[in-house]
């Protein structure tokens, strides 16, 4: 069965850079989360997108932005990276959006901030 | 507000030992719970939910889990524990009046000996 793709898997940046991470939800799931998970912590809520619009938001700093687009493909674009921004960013895709139906986790991208 | 706890940090069982993780919610409402795991530098695999119904429910690789809302608890448990059982375990709930994005407890690691 198809899953939650991320790119890239790992990625390293230098502060004060920029990233950009990707996320391809399951076919036909049209909402799709986006978390952080820090070393050792549990996965925190960034944000949510249900039909291309943001449907809730949670701690994403502001330098944080992200979007869903009309292939419900979503981006999580990170500016001025700081170390702390080290991380694992998991992608999640639901079928039904604002229910906390179950929600199917892509494999993520490691973040390292240098 | 919402919240999941999951008091046990840390636990070491025996090979073919029973299991059980535990793992306490605050929420208003009835709660969407889940239980994850997952393996180190790997993604979160849904191991099982409970929505309604039964409050007794069966997951996959042989766990289930119990949901008390008389004392907000949801454990899961295995009858016998195998060495590839080695993870962290997550407990969530679902805030469904909030775009259905999940809050996690702090996570349990498991290790087994052989």
């Known amino acids: 069965a198809a899953g939650v793709i991320q790119s890239p898997r790992h990625l390293i940046k230098e502060k004060r850079e920029t990233a950009t991470l990707k996320c391809y939800p399951i076919?036909?799931?049209?909402?799709v989360y986006w978390y952080q998970q820090g070393p050792g912590q549990d996965p925190q809520f960034l944000i949510s997108?249900?039909?291309?619009?943001?449907?809730d938001k949670g701690s994403i700093p502001d330098r944080f932005s992200a979007q869903q687009f009309s292939d419900y493909h979503s981006e999580l674009n990170m500016s001025s990276l700081e170390l702390g921004d080290s991380a694992l960013y998991f992608c999640?895709?639901?079928?039904?959006?604002?229910?906390?139906?179950?929600?199917?986790f892509g494999p993520g991208t490691r973040l390292t901030v240098t | 507000a919402q919240s999941v706890t999951q008091p046990d940090i840390h636990i070491t069982v025996s090979e073919g030992a029973s299991l059980e993780l535990r793992c306490n919610y605050s929420y208003g409402a009835t709660p969407y719970l889940f239980w994850y795991v997952q393996s180190p530098g790997q993604g979160l695999q849904l191991l099982l939910k409970?929505?309604?119904?039964?409050?007794l429910v069966q997951g996959i690789k042989g766990f289930e889990a119990e949901f008390k809302r008389s004392q907000s608890s949801f454990n899961l448990r295995k009858p016998s524990v195998h060495w590839s059982d080695a993870a962290e375990y997550f407990c969530a709930v679902g805030a469904n009046n909030q775009g259905g994005k999940l809050i996690f407890g702090q996570g349990t690691e498991l290790s087994v000996k052989p």
């Open positions: 409970y929505f309604s119904g039964d409050t």
């Open positions: 076919p036909r799931h049209d909402t």
């Open positions: 999640a895709s639901s079928p039904i959006a604002g229910v906390s139906y179950e929600q199917y």
């Open positions: 997108f249900y039909e291309k619009m943001q449907s």
